[in-house]
């Protein structure tokens, strides 16, 4: 599990106690799922499954657009969470684009589908760079900001 994985099973219980999504971020509302319920309880675990998530007639265009209005809350998240060590991570360059890949073993598995790492990076270029320039506009119209 990274910091940039969300849970994806909760049990109602726990989701009530956290109060659940935040409803004032529309994206990274996750990770902050994610953070409010781990600093209850350390009792989470891993699958081997695999999660499919249904992306009708997806494409690289229509998957940046998507990723461009997300990341018109990343300014709220930030802001709920400060610009702590997990935030750094979550956001940094360094560890999106390369760190993630190869932590607690995952190397094997990323070296194995050379082709998929090149494909994810590049879109995950693609999204960098959207990021930076939606970061711009923000950062015009809200001093201080910093991302």
């Not at 529309?26 to 409010?36: I, K």
């Not at 989470?44 to 997300?70: C, D």
Request: aromatic letters at 14%.
């Amino acid at each position: 599990m990274t910091c940039i994985d969300g849970l994806r099973i909760i049990k109602r219980s726990l989701l009530e106690t956290t109060g659940g999504y935040d409803e004032a971020l529309f994206s990274c509302e996750d990770w902050d799922l994610d953070r409010r319920v781990l600093a209850l309880t350390d009792r989470v675990a891993l699958t081997s499954g695999h999660l499919l998530h249904n992306e009708q007639h997806l494409t690289l265009l229509r998957h940046l657009k998507k990723k461009r209005y997300y990341s018109g809350s990343f300014v709220a998240y930030i802001g709920k969470w400060g610009q702590d060590a997990i935030t750094r991570k979550q956001f940094g360059l360094f560890y999106r684009f390369l760190f993630v890949f190869f932590e607690n073993g995952k190397w094997r598995a990323a070296l194995r589908h050379p082709v998929f790492l090149l494909a994810i990076w590049a879109e995950r270029f693609c999204i960098g760079l959207i990021f930076m320039l939606s970061r711009k506009s923000v950062n015009r119209t809200t001093p201080g900001i910093s991302i």
